[in-house]
Structures are given as structure tokens and as C-alpha cells.
């Protein structure tokens, strides 16, 4: 696991960082069935993350989201690019260990391309657009096989958990 940058933000192109499932463990708050990025590809800090989703037909919503026709719901797309983005932030920002949460705030501009069926690699690639103290805006696309199936921008907001 490389693991060199969490909680130590640099200010250099780092595109070779990858980060296992501990480390994204480490870094977002989620935990199943809500974990919705497996592990990171690419990151470079102060601009973007490449991210993977392994969809299996045994996550939890093919259950209902439909019988026979098993389709990822496209707000889980958009959470999972969330996440993704917020390991970025986590990354660039320094926030490991702080104790600080990166908070889903908006979304604007969603669009689903084409249905995320189980047996996929969904990629996750989000840049930032925006970065301040508190609040970050993000451009994220959801890809399979290459072929773009969603794309959002989000913003999120970086803050202390509640008490």
C-alpha cells in the first residue's frame, strides 16, 4: 500500500500514488454498505483522482433497484464520485487525522449517459474546479469500458464532525 501522502499535503505531481482499500478506508468515513470506492489509481494532489468501483451483482440495492434487470441507482454513481472526490480533498488538503469531514453539500449539471450494470469496473474521475478554506468545487465522470455512463459537478464542504 503506498500510502505517502495521506495527511501530508504536497504542492508536486504525484501521478503514480495508488491507494488499496485500507488507505481509502483511511481516508473517507464510509464503511459498507455505503463504501462506494474500492481503490484509487491515480491521484495527483491539488487536481485529481482516477477512481475505482467494482460493481457486483451483491451489492445490496440490485435487490431492489430492479428485480431482473439489475441497474446501479445514479444517485450512487454521483455518491460514488463523491467519494472520490472527497479522497482528493482528504489528500490535497492535509485533512487526515484532523478529524475533519469532507460534507457532500450540491450537485449541478447531472447527467446519466447509460445504465451501470453489475459485473462493471465503474471509473471515477474528479478534478478540482474550485478549492477555498471550507468549501471545494469538483467536475466528476463515471466511465465503463471507456464509455462515459454519468457526469456531475458537486461541491463539498470541509468541516468539523458534529458533537
Known amino acids: 500500500m503506498d500510502r505517502a501522502l495521506l495527511g501530508t499535503p504536497q504542492h508536486h505531481r504525484v501521478a503514480d500514488l495508488s491507494i488499496d482499500i485500507r488507505g481509502v478506508m483511511a481516508a473517507l468515513p464510509h464503511r459498507f454498505p455505503m463504501l462506494l470506492v474500492d481503490r484509487v489509481e491515480e491521484l495527483i494532489v491539488d487536481e485529481?483522482?482516477?477512481?475505482?468501483?467494482?460493481v457486483t451483482i451483491n451489492e445490496p440495492f440490485f435487490a431492489g433497484h430492479f428485480p431482473g434487470r439489475p441497474i446501479m441507482p445514479g444517485v450512487l454513481i454521483v455518491e460514488a464520485l463523491a467519494q472520490a472526490a472527497g479522497i482528493l480533498a482528504v489528500e490535497s488538503l492535509g485533512l487526515a487525522g484532523t478529524g475533519k469531514l469532507v460534507y457532500f453539500m450540491a450537485i449541478d449539471g447531472a447527467k446519466f449517459r447509460s445504465p451501470v450494470e453489475p459485473g462493471v469496473l465503474l471509473r471515477l474521475e474528479a478534478s478540482f474546479v474550485q478549492k477555498r478554506a471550507s468549501v471545494c468545487k469538483f467536475?466528476?465522470?463515471a466511465l465503463v469500458d471507456g464509455k462515459l455512463v454519468a457526469e456531475a459537478n458537486f461541491t463539498a464542504m470541509i468541516a468539523d464532525p458534529p458533537k
Do not use: N
Not at 485529481?48 to 467494482?54: D, E, F, L, N, P
Open 48 to 54: 485529481s483522482i482516477v477512481a475505482i468501483k467494482a
Open 139 to 141: 467536475a466528476g465522470r
